[in-house]
């Protein structure tokens, strides 16, 4: 079994002072846990593989290349593999734990 509290992981990343660590990584997916705060900066990026993100605190925008959505706790976001996207507009903390399936490269940023 694999368990942890985001809230306590968001709080280490903020302790860190980083945005994402993976908190579990498996051969048919991996899962990180990612904190933003007002003013950071979220490149624009895409990966190779599925994204579900879970939105745990706070709240911002979703870009992607043919639309934005705001985004609040309890959200869930599906992305298929390449689709380029970043989070905006951060109010708060927000918090988000994102899975990766496959596992995420290793070639990747988050």
């Known amino acids: 079994m694999n368990n ?4 306590t992981v968001a709080d280490q990343l903020a302790t860190d002072e980083e945005q994402l660590t993976e908190a579990i990584r498996e051969e048919a997916f991996s899962l990180n846990v990612m904190r933003f705060t ?3 900066e979220d490149p624009m990026h895409a990966h190779d593989e599925e994204e579900i993100y879970f939105i745990d605190s706070g709240t911002a925008t979703l870009v992607t290349e043919d639309e934005s959505i705001a985004v609040e706790p309890g959200d869930v976001v ?9 989070f905006t507009d951060f109010e708060d903390t ?3 734990t994102v899975v990766y399936a496959p596992a995420e490269s290793a070639h990747h940023d988050h």
């Open 78 to 86: 599906h992305l298929s593999p390449g689709t380029e996207h970043q």
């Open 4 to 7: 942890f509290n985001v809230h």
């Open 94 to 96: 927000f918090v988000t």
């Open 38 to 40: 007002p003013g950071d």
